[in-house]
T-cell receptor, first 110, second 114 residues
Framework: KNEVEQSPQNLTAQEGEFITINCSYS?????LHWLQQHPGGGIVSLFM???GKKKHGRLIATINIQEKHSSLHITASHPRDSAVYIC????????????FGKGTKLSVKP | DTAVSQTPKYLVTQMGNDKSIKCEQN?????MYWYKQDSKKFLKIMFS???????INETVPNRFSPKSPDKAHLNLHINSLELGDSAVYFC?????????????FGNGTRLTVT
């Protein structure tokens, strides 16, 4: 069964802290996505990766294919980072499908 | 300019009614999707279209019928609405599918069936 597991489910941090959100998945994925859902409900794509590491501003995403694991890191966290972060794995070929994790709700306190 | 726009933003209706949600993207993408987000905030694919052709049709009641008049539009029509259809529906698009490129989401349509 193709599954995506995220941890933690909820995370509270103080402003400035380094944050890590974890995602594990089953074999055979073609790509992994990290999404951010704002408190207002909108969803934004942060990263799509199939190997290695990507960085955008204070956000870093890594993936370890052998361990079937990806992490999203936020450096120098800020209250505006408060959101739900969702990991999604693409299983299958050209007619494959994104399977979503249940999300990690992050709250960054000033 | 909004990249992926869906209307309406809110939809409140009674059981048994038929309703439609419209989605348009101006990104020139070839693939469009409908996702459902339930009350627990869990996202799940409903349909995927590539160049107007149905690619993915997950286990969705046949009361849900997507229609893609052209590759920039993917509308969702729902017949005989039920209480369990209450959710937030997101339209999204990508170029070449989610295996190859990131998704761009619309702002969602919150459907409430009473």
């Amino acid at each position: 069964k193709n599954e995506v597991e995220q941890s933690p489910q909820n995370l509270t941090a103080q402003e400035g802290e380094f944050i890590t959100i974890n995602c594990s998945y089953s074999v055979g994925i073609s790509a992994l996505h990290w999404l951010q859902q704002h408190p207002g409900g909108g969803i934004v794509s942060l990263f799509m990766l199939s190997s290695g590491k990507k960085k955008h501003g204070r956000l870093i995403a890594t993936i370890n294919i052998q361990e079937k694991h990806s992490s999203l890191h936020i450096t120098a966290s800020h209250p505006r980072d408060s959101a739900v972060y969702i990991c999604a794995a693409f299983y299958g070929g050209s007619q494959g499908n994104l399977i979503f994790g249940k999300g990690t709700k992050l709250s960054v306190k000033p | 300019d909004t990249a992926v726009s869906q209307t309406p933003k809110y939809l409140v209706t009674q059981m048994g009614n038929d309703k439609s949600i419209k989605c348009e993207q101006n990104l020139g993408h070839d693939t469009m999707y409908w996702y459902k987000q339930d009350s627990k905030k869990f996202l799940k694919i409903m349909f995927s279209y590539n160049n107007k052709e149905l690619i993915i049709n997950e286990t969705v009641p046949n009361r849900f019928s997507p229609k893609s008049p052209d590759k920039a539009h993917l509308n969702l029509h729902i017949n005989s609405l039920e209480l369990g259809d209450s959710a937030v529906y997101f339209c999204a698009s990508s170029q070449g599918g989610a295996r190859n490129s990131p998704l761009h989401f619309g702002n969602g349509t919150r459907l409430t069936v009473t």
